[in-house]
């Protein structure tokens, strides 16, 4: 089978859905010899994903023009088409809602959540409007959508109106590294600015995060937690932000919050390593992955009891309510000093992390591309009999 992915949604500096695909094209690598693919990857970031294997082939596309949203779109319409015939392309998997709507091809498309219709005012007016339609479309037109967690599902399912039957459960993972044990590299921290104890939050910079909530909890902290504790933010600034640097600087932050910026996968588990906790309080997420990373690493973890971040956490996160920052603080208070729920939620943490691999990840894929594979042989068949 010639198997198609569009990886040109994704930024250079990967973060979240890119994080996503590096981590399921290098385990499809390591399960897949028979089936071909053709990575569809905008030419400035051509080495961005590790292609070893030769039946993973690399097809550029240029970046001078679709590193602009509405211009991949239309790309996405009316080119990707032609060149998926060119390559005699047998599926298509889209990794990031949107797909090509005028191919004869089978679809897969992954939705990560549907925060454009749960949580609309984080998106930019443009964004929300435009991808509430596309998802919409994509729902009708995709022979399969892959769900990041049972909760998405719930979501897909109730607001889109579509079949069960056609979504699958594909969790995420965490990399193996943050199982394996790990020597403490201090110059790795100095390169980001971090020298004393934190709490730690990994993440875009963006309203769905609930960073100045976060900010403001922390603030109201007692002055001796936060003279010991840093909060360190890892993570690049994504869209409408300035709230949250607006709070920073009118509370004098400074000193005490520290903005690392994006931090290179190889590093963040050292980061990781060193927290005292991870804050984790979205308002509405598809998965939460630092949520599993953390948990593998030995942090605990407090989250939001809302979406899929209670699944995630399971048993093994303090979950508030993330709308409300002095409930936030209590549990930051509650976890500091309380070193026998400290050691239960690292070794839960441990048990709960080991549900989320990456190669389950990959497996499950796998098996929905060659289900849909045997659904067209089955049609081929019934419409020659006919």
């Not at 994704?10 to 979240?16: A, D, E, H, M, V």
Request: with cysteine.
């Amino acid at each position: 089978m010639n198997i198609a992915i569009d990886l040109t949604p994704i930024p250079k500096k990967k973060s979240g859905v890119g994080r996503y695909l590096d981590n399921l094209l290098e385990h499809l690598q390591k399960i897949d010899d028979k089936n071909t693919y053709y990575l569809f990857i905008q030419d400035d970031d051509l080495e961005g994903f590790n292609l070893v294997k030769e039946n993973f082939k690399r097809v550029p596309v240029k970046s001078r023009y679709i590193r602009n949203v509405f211009l991949r779109l239309l790309w996405e319409q009316f080119v990707l088409p032609f060149r998926l015939k060119k390559l005699k392309i047998d599926l298509l998997h889209s990794p990031h809602y949107t797909m090509p709507y005028f191919s004869s091809v089978k679809h897969v498309v992954t939705f990560h959540d549907m925060s454009f219709f749960v949580v609309p005012k984080v998106h930019t007016f443009a964004k929300r409007y435009l991808f509430r339609v596309y998802m919409w479309l994509t729902s009708r037109k995709a022979d399969a959508i892959l769900s990041v967690s049972n909760a998405t599902v719930e979501d897909i399912t109730r607001i889109l109106k579509i079949k069960r039957d056609k979504i699958y459960v594909t969790p995420l993972g965490a990399d193996e590294r943050f199982f394996e044990p790990v020597e403490m590299d201090k110059g790795i921290l100095k390169t980001y600015g971090i020298e004393s104890e934190y709490f730690l939050y990994v993440g875009m910079i963006e309203p769905r995060k609930n960073i100045v909530r976060m900010l403001k909890a922390y603030n109201i902290l007692p002055d001796e937690v936060k003279d010991r504790y840093k909060l360190v933010i890892c993570g690049r600034k994504a869209w409408m932000y300035g709230d949250v640097f607006k709070y920073y600087e009118e509370n004098n932050l400074e000193g005490r919050v520290l903005f690392t910026g994006f931090v290179k996968d190889e590093h963040l588990q050292h980061i990781y390593k060193r927290a005292k906790l991870l804050l984790y309080v979205s308002l509405y997420e598809g998965f939460g992955l630092p949520l599993v990373e953390a948990m593998a690493r030995g942090i605990p973890c407090i989250t939001s009891n809302l979406s899929s971040m209670k699944e995630v956490a399971g048993d093994a996160g303090i979950k508030v309510n993330p709308y409300d920052e002095n409930e936030i603080r209590d549990a930051v208070v509650q976890l500091i000093n309380g070193d026998e729920l400290r050691t239960s939620l690292i070794e839960k943490g441990h048990k709960q992390a080991q549900n989320y691999r990456w190669t389950n990840c990959a497996s499950e894929t796998l098996e929905v591309y060659n289900k849909l594979e045997a659904k067209g042989r089955k049609s081929v068949c019934q419409k020659k009999m006919v």
